[in-house]
Nanobody
């Protein structure tokens, strides 16, 4: 079992930056790919970024490429999402997810955090 807890969300002006963290419990976390998804107000959950278990391979949804960076520190059991040049359309609840597959759809991930709110004002 892996338990995930996101932090780092908040209110930021357009053009600003935030770094989300996802702290994991469980000794097997380092063996799992991890990802970030988001759910904008009134919309369905969508893929944002994913990273393989070693931290070498990443994939992003088109709308965040060049602005967001996913990374992980397996020694700290933590995955990060650095978000720069934020836009109002990035406003959403952001969820961290883990394993077992490296992918970009929700069914690739078995473990989910509770989410953290990110609000970008114009």
């Amino acid at each position: 079992q892996v338990q995930l807890a996101e932090s780092g969300g908040g209110l930021v002006q357009a053009g600003g930056s935030l770094r989300l963290s996802c702290a994991a419990s469980g000794r097997t976390f380092s063996s799992y790919p991890a990802g970030w998804f988001r759910q904008p107000p009134g919309k369905e959950r969508e893929f944002v970024a994913t990273i393989d278990s070693a931290g070498y391979i990443t994939k992003y949804t088109e709308s965040v490429k060049g602005r967001f960076t996913i990374s992980r520190d397996n020694a700290k059991n933590t995955v990060y999402l650095q978000m720069n040049s934020l836009k109002p359309e990035d406003t959403a609840v952001y969820y961290c997810a883990a394993g077992p597959n490296f992918g970009w759809v929700a069914r690739d991930f078995d473990f989910w955090g509770q989410g953290t709110q990110v609000t970008v004002s114009s």
